[in-house]
C-alpha cells in the first residue's frame, strides 16, 4: 500500500495562499489520492481528490506532480475557518477504508 | 440534507460495563464506516460495512469490540466489558460505495471509560 508524508505543522496568514504538500512516492498509476481535513471537534471532511491532472473545487486546487510521486493542496484565500489538520490519504488496495497518517496541522494567523 | 448522525454525542461509562454507540448513515448510503479517534492512536478504521455485510472488520482491536447494521441502513457498534483505553471519540462515515469515494463523516460519539 501506498505511503504519505506531511509536515506535522504550517503557518500562514488570513487572506494569503496555503500550499500544503503531502509525498507518496510508491503510488501506483491508478491510485487517487484523497485529501480531507478536520476541523476542531468536528468529525473529518473531504476536501478533494485527484489522479493525474490538477483538480479544482469550490474548496480548494489539488496540484500532482508529473512523476504521481507528490501533490500539494492549495487554498487560495485562508481564512480563520480553515485551520484545521489536513490529511493526504494514500490508497489502500483491495479495501475502501480511510487510513489516517498524523496530518498537517494548520494554524491561520488573523 | 441530512448528514450523518450518531448518538449518544457523549457517553460516559464504567469499566466493565456494555456500551452501544448507533449511526444513522446518509440516505441512500450503501457503505459505512467505523473509525475512532484517540489522543495516542490518532485516526484509526475500525469496521467497514458494504449494505448489510461486514467484508473488513480487520480494525476491531479486541473481541469485545462488534459491529453490526440492519436493513442496510442503521449501525451499532458495541462495545463489552469497556476498559479505560476504549476511551475515544468513535466516528461513523458513509458513502455511495463508489470508485474512487467520498466518505462523509457523523460528529462522533465522545466515550468517556471511568
Known amino acids: 500500500d501506498a505511503k504519505t508524508t506531511q509536515p506535522n505543522s504550517m503557518e500562514s496568514n488570513e487572506e494569503e495562499p496555503v500550499h500544503l504538500p503531502c509525498n507518496h512516492s510508491?503510488?501506483?498509476?491508478?491510485?487517487?489520492i484523497h485529501w480531507y481535513r478536520q476541523l476542531p471537534s468536528q468529525g473529518p471532511e473531504y476536501v478533494i481528490h485527484?489522479?493525474?491532472s490538477n483538480v479544482n473545487n469550490r474548496m480548494a486546487s489539488l496540484a500532482i506532480a508529473e512523476d504521481r510521486k507528490s501533490s500539494t493542496l492549495i487554498l487560495h484565500r485562508a481564512t480563520l475557518r480553515d485551520a484545521a489538520v489536513y490529511y493526504c490519504?494514500?490508497?489502500?488496495?483491495?479495501?475502501?477504508?480511510?487510513?489516517f497518517g498524523q496530518g498537517t496541522r494548520l494554524t491561520i494567523n488573523p | 440534507g441530512a448528514g450523518v448522525s450518531q448518538s449518544p454525542s457523549n457517553k460516559v461509562t464504567e469499566k466493565g460495563k456494555d456500551v452501544e454507540l448507533r449511526c444513522d448513515p446518509i440516505?441512500?448510503?450503501?457503505?459505512l464506516y467505523w473509525y475512532r479517534q484517540s489522543l495516542g492512536q490518532g485516526l484509526e478504521f475500525l469496521i467497514y460495512?458494504?449494505?448489510?455485510?461486514?467484508?473488513?472488520k480487520s480494525g476491531l482491536p479486541s473481541d469485545r469490540f462488534s459491529a453490526e447494521r440492519t436493513g442496510g441502513s442503521v449501525s451499532t457498534l458495541t462495545i463489552q466489558r469497556t476498559q479505560q483505553e476504549d476511551s475515544a471519540v468513535y466516528l461513523c462515515?458513509?458513502?455511495?460505495?463508489?470508485?474512487?469515494?467520498?466518505?462523509?463523516f457523523g460528529p462522533g460519539t465522545r466515550l468517556t471509560v471511568l
Open positions: 462515515a458513509s458513502s455511495l460505495g463508489l470508485h474512487p469515494d467520498t466518505q462523509y
Open positions: 510508491t503510488i501506483s498509476g491508478t491510485d487517487y
Open positions: 485527484g489522479l493525474t
Open positions: 490519504i494514500p490508497p489502500v488496495q483491495g479495501a475502501q477504508k480511510l487510513v
Open positions: 440516505s441512500g448510503h450503501t457503505a
Open positions: 460495512f458494504q449494505g448489510n455485510s461486514a467484508p473488513d
